[in-house]
Each structure stands twice: as structure tokens, then as C-alpha cells.
């Protein structure tokens, strides 16, 4: 069965500017996180959605946002970006989560801001 | 505050030996905690989990010690085969809200 999908794989933007990451979970999966990955942060938690609903938030500034759809589907939104938003953004999935089989990754998306 | 610590970046082992991954983490509320791996250019991938109601997990030639006095666990591969190097982050999950650390390198020697 096909993985977890990121669109795009890398995207280069400038400061100010806004951007729009998709993900398209693994079938079936409702659960769909988003996480920010930096060489000097590993990996950091945003949020989390669950049947369309965000039911966990991390510890971002709200310029910081996303959306599920009712096909599961994410997005994740960044707007007024800073250069120290580059990173590499993932998305991991899940059927049900909270019973510790753990979340499939997509490959991320690569953002540049400059 | 990093609720999930992994003290050492870096780590080299012998192929054929063990390797011995180690975890920190200062919430008591976590209810199961998981080691992913990471290549270059991928998105982690799952190893192991362990419940906190448990002190051990096997799956093949990983196993997973949960210490939950000291707050700490491990995660041992043996034996170290070249395909284990790697990024591996430990995380802990709390209401489907996971941390993770922030990653140790495993190389593994020839």
C-alpha cells in the first residue's frame, strides 16, 4: 500500500512570504502529525489532527497553522516566514494512535527561506 | 525544557557487536515510548515500542529496556550490522502527543 506522501519534496521561499505543505496519509489513517526537523533542534512537534479535528498543539507561534480534511488529507501553513524557518518538515500518520505501534513517516519537505 | 533527552550525538560500534542506544526522559505521564531510525533524505522509520507497564520488548535483533525508577531506557541492536547506521531518535508518547530527542548517530565499523 502506498506511504505517506509530502508535497512538495523541496521549496525554496522567501522571508515574508507564506507556504503551504501537503500530506496525504497512508489509507485509512485518521491521524495525521506534523513535525519540524533542525540540525540544532532534532525533531520538534507542531500538531496534531484527528478526524479533521486539531486535538494536540506544540509549542509554535501561531503563525504556524493547518487543516485536515475529511479525506485525511493535511496541510500545514506557514505565513510571514523567517529565514530560521527552514527546516525539513515531516508528516507521520496512524490508525490509532496512543496504542505504541507508531506513526509512518513521509520523505518531508525541504524548505529554504531566504 | 526537553522532556526526552539522548545524551550522546554520536556513537561507533564494532560490526558484529552490540549496540547500546540510551534514552532520558522527565515526565512520569508518558504512556509508551518508541525508537525510530532515520536515514539521510527519509522520513524516520519505526523500530520498537515499549508500554510503560512493561520493562522489555524484543523484535528480532532489537530489544528495548524500559527503567522506569531511573526514567530511562535503551535500546539495544545486536548484532551491529552496516545497514544500522543511522539517526536514531527515542520518543515518548503522551495522549498521541510524541517527543522525540534529538537523534544519536550510529556508525558502525567494518
Known amino acids: 500500500k502506498a506511504g505517506v506522501t509530502q508535497t512538495p519534496r523541496y521549496l525554496i521561499k522567501t522571508r515574508g512570504q507564506q507556504v503551504t505543505l501537503s500530506c496525504s496519509p497512508i489509507?485509512?489513517?485518521?491521524?495525521v502529525s506534523w513535525y519540524q526537523q533542525t540540525p540544532g533542534q532534532g525533531l520538534q512537534f507542531l500538531f496534531e489532527?484527528?478526524?479533521?479535528?486539531?486535538?494536540n498543539k506544540g509549542n509554535f507561534p501561531g503563525r504556524f497553522s493547518g487543516r485536515q480534511f475529511s479525506n485525511s488529507r493535511s496541510e500545514m501553513n506557514v505565513s510571514t516566514l523567517e529565514l530560521g524557518d527552514s527546516a525539513l518538515y515531516l508528516c507521520?500518520?496512524?490508525?490509532?494512535?496512543?496504542?505504541?505501534?507508531?506513526?509512518?513517516f513521509g520523505s518531508g519537505t525541504r524548505l529554504t527561506v531566504v | 525544557d526537553q522532556q526526552v533527552k539522548q545524551n550522546s550525538p554520536s556513537l561507533s560500534v564494532q560490526e558484529g557487536r552490540i549496540s547500546i542506544l540510551n534514552c532520558d526522559y522527565t515526565?512520569?505521564?508518558?504512556?509508551?515510548f518508541l525508537w525510530y531510525k532515520k536515514y539521510p533524505a527519509e522520513g524516520p522509520t519505526f523500530l520498537i515500542s515499549?508500554?510503560?507497564?512493561?520493562d522489555k520488548n524484543e523484535d528480532g535483533r532489537f530489544t528495548v529496556f524500559l527503567n522506569k525508577s531511573a526514567k530511562h531506557l535503551s535500546l539495544h541492536i545486536v548484532p551491529s550490522q552496516p545497514g544500522d547506521s543511522a539517526v536514531y531518535f527515542c520518543?515518548?508518547?503522551?495522549?498521541?502527543?510524541?517527543?522525540f530527542g534529538k537523534g544519536t548517530r550510529l556508525h558502525i565499523l567494518p
Open positions: 507521520a500518520s496512524s490508525a490509532d494512535p496512543g496504542i505504541g505501534e507508531g506513526y509512518t
Open positions: 489509507s485509512g489513517h485518521r491521524s
Open positions: 489532527y484527528f478526524s479533521e479535528t486539531q486535538r
Open positions: 515526565n512520569s505521564m508518558f504512556d509508551y
Open positions: 515499549i508500554s510503560s507497564i512493561k
Open positions: 520518543a515518548a508518547d503522551r495522549d498521541d502527543k510524541i517527543i
